[in-house]
């Protein structure tokens, strides 16, 4: 934990999608039902990085563990909201949109964006890294970069060799400049095809301004975080970032699987922390990783099935390490369908972001009021 | 505007192949205006008639999406590779069209297949009586599920289907009271689906549609003015009776098929654009008993839907369908498949996971930068590549017409329509090829012809239809 920081507070959202197990992420390792639940999908007891005398994380996240032991990772115990669906498009929709009870179409970080820049003044403030627009960013006339790949990004990316791009890009801009009298709906086309161009423009100076020694794995996480951090470091002014990891849903071969997919990320948090650091940079980034929805209690055999509470981690020197809310009772009894029940609502801890980390107007992002777990170095 | 052809044959052939289907390349057009239009519209109003796409060539090659299930996305590439290869577009387009009116998604539903059937039955049963398309659907456990009449019981009922039926898929807002809500939901109670069993890691069962008698409310109903112990077929019979649901229908048809509309919530407070045309609609839904065969024979013969060429916003399936059919060569289920259904997805058309019951807003509301670069990327990259037949075609008609700059620049928009577009854009295009110098088939002339067409793919006006 340092001293707050006085640039533009920045959140990276890094979805793991599919349903990711919290009792294999975040082990309860001195309570003996645990052992008893998992007969088959279990951490052992050697293995266990060992946090405190009650939980410890997966082998796989030893460089997380380090995090932790610094003060920068808070575990979120018990995150979830009532009457999971155990959807995954379902839940993920409700995480994406702050409505557990009807479909809503506009996302919290789309509103987010809103209130960070109403007039549209930055068409990078917000950039997904993916292939399309994840439901979260999404909101009318909010305008969100979404990224594949920030070394092939722009229009027109096929066509080769570089000066004959230029000969199109630059005709394309003529075609797309304004023209009087065309109405409306030709000149909102022109200008969002101008904001198209404007984006990439800036993205794709990123890359060029950018070095570093930390050499990222070549995983599609790591890529990922690279891409975001490079456009950080190349300061365009983008306030949030948004990129997935998958699949958790590990119903078969839980054990390999999860492994590779906690190895791959943590690895690449650490690299990207290392990186900002080392251009001074990671004093206003937090790091936000959430799921739909954790699993099962018991194991299948060989995974584990659908469930409903769920663990998210904040991740940063902005934040508060240590453990917020309780894990969840696993006494037979205590759950719910053979689930963890959750007892903190996700939009308490979109809250926290929002207002502690952001210094947004929580309430019309996550649709009401919510009590905050305090897991930022602002919250009071 | 720029037209570049004085050909209205060949003009209003296209238009009525980019609206009834996904398009179709100058050497179709060409052989259909042999035919003439009406008898293309007969045509395409005939599907029997056409060899129907077999599914089994696709699942051969991808038999994970037999009974796609609760997998975690792309469910929808069957159909996706059914539009590219239809013999009968309109079929497949009526089904998108019913899609976005009873939307329904695996956002909740949670498992393809239940959406899959409805489609099925949309291209059984899209050119038939609007009764029976709203009696099945009415019927279809993954709509029970998702508007929750499953929920419905005769002792206390659940108003989301009855509110729906009578608010996104037959009257619209204004024409019914909350009472009207109610007794409607009464009428549907007991209409709900086979238990569905306890979920394990390979999906679960197939639902079906079960009538519970004793949890239906046999009562007295008192129902949009009528009285009696109506079940939910009556209920139907009598909102069909209703002026408000014809219009109502006529404008979905008009939005659809004819121009870019207001969406859905606008209805109630913004009247239609044309509203002779959708008086016209509605009064012929009346008369033939909401037979929509009728009633599309009647649309696509209209000067109303003549005159309004490139008046909509291609939507992302049709963006993708028509590219695809184009430059060929995409019929094999081959890798593809997968990036291309993808590629909807990320223009904005996630098919049978639709954002809400409201289904896609359409229009101008698909652009935005991300969906409007992937349009523009895709769209680049298919015409480019000289390999495809479709492309090679396209060159070769240019290169037997065309020699100078002006002469390919009018080709190109002559054989990728016709095309109309602004003076603006012309001159640009015309700018492009001449600033290049003169042009000559024996060097530089494909290579010149495909990066023109890059860029007419890129207009503005490329993204109407």
Known sequence: MSEPTSKDPVIVVVQLSGGNDYMNTVVPHSNSLYRDYRPSVNISESDVIELTSDIGFHPAMAPLADMYKEGNVAVIHGVGYENSPRSHFRSMDIWHTCEPETLGTEGWLGRAIKQIDPNKENVVTAVSMGPSLYRALVAPDVPVATVENLDNYGLLTDISPEQKRDRVLDRYKKMYSPMIGSGPVMEFLGQTGLDAMKGADILNVAPSMYSSTVEYADTSIAKKLKGIAQIHLANLGTRIFYCDLGSFDTHADQLSTHNKLWSSASTAIRDFFDDLEQHDAADNVTMFLFSEFGRRVYDNGAGTDHGAGGVCLAIGKNVKGGEYGQYPSMKEGDLDQGDLVPDLDFRSVYTTLAEDWMRLDPVPIVGGNFEKPKFMATSN | ?465
């Open chain 2, 1 to 465: 505007m720029v037209s570049t052809t004085t050909n209205t044959e060949i003009s209003l052939m296209a238009h009525l192949m980019r609206r009834a289907g996904f398009g179709a390349s100058r050497n179709e057009l060409e052989e259909r205006r042999g035919k003439g239009y009406e008898e293309t519209v007969e045509e395409l109003l005939n599907p029997s008639n056409q060899t129907p796409v077999d599914i089994y060539e696709f699942l051969r090659y991808y038999p994970m999406w037999w009974k796609p299930g609760t997998m975690g996305g792309l469910g929808q590439a069957p159909w996706v590779w059914t539009m590219i290869n239809t013999e009968s577009p309109l079929q497949e387009k009526l089904c998108i069209f019913y899609h976005n009116i009873f939307a329904t998604g695996v956002a909740k539903v949670d498992h393809y297949d239940e959406i899959q059937d409805m489609i099925d039955m949309f291209r059984e049963k899209g050119l038939g009586h609007y009764k029976d398309i709203l009696l099945e659907v009415a019927k279809s456990p993954a709509m029970i599920y998702w508007l929750d009449n499953n929920e419905n019981h005769a002792d206390s009922i659940n108003e989301n289907w009855g509110r729906e039926l009578l608010e996104l898929f037959t009257m619209g807002v204004g024409n019914y009271t909350e009472e009207d809500v109610q007794e409607c939901s009464r009428a549907f109670t007991g209409w709900t689906l086979e238990h569905k069993l306890p979920r394990f890691h390979m999906g679960r069962w197939d639902w079906e549609f079960k009538f519970v008698e004793d949890d239906h409310d046999y009562g007295q109903k008192e129902f949009l003015g009528h009285k009696g112990n109506f079940d939910g077929e009556e209920v139907i019979d009598i909102i069909l009776s209703k002026p408000a649901t014809a219009a109502f229908i006529a404008r979905h048809l008009y939005n659809f098929f004819v121009e870019d509309e207001p969406q859905v919530p606008a209805w109630s407070v913004v009247p239609p654009n044309n509203p002779g045309a959708v008086e016209f609609l509605a009064k012929e839904l009346m008369d033939s008993d909401y037979h929509m065969e009728t009633v599309l024979r009647k649309l696509f013969n209209s000067d109303f839907f003549k005159e309004a060429q490139f008046s909509r916003v291609k939507n992302p399936t049709e963006v993708v369908v028509s590219t695809l059919r184009l430059v060929g060569d995409s019929s094999l289920p081959g890798p593809d498949i997968l990036d291309w259904t993808g590629q909807i997805v990320y223009m904005g058309q996630d098919l049978l996971n639709p954002p809400s019951v409201e289904g896609w807003h359409s229009g101008i509301e698909w652009i935005n930068s991300g969906t409007l670069m992937k349009r523009t990327n895709f769209m680049s990259e298919m015409i480019s590549d000289y390999s495809r037949p479709g492309v090679k075609s396209i060159i070769d008609q240019v290169s037997r017409s065309a020699s100078k700059p002006e002469e390919v620049v009018n080709a190109c928009l002559d054989v990728m329509g016709p095309l109309e577009i602004a003076e603006k854009t012309h001159s640009e295009l015309l700018e492009h090829v001449s600033s290049q110098g003169d042009f000559d088939w024996q060097s530089s002339g494909v290579t010149r012809t495909l990066e023109l067409l890059q860029l007419i793919v890129a207009t503005r006006e490329y993204q109407f239809a």
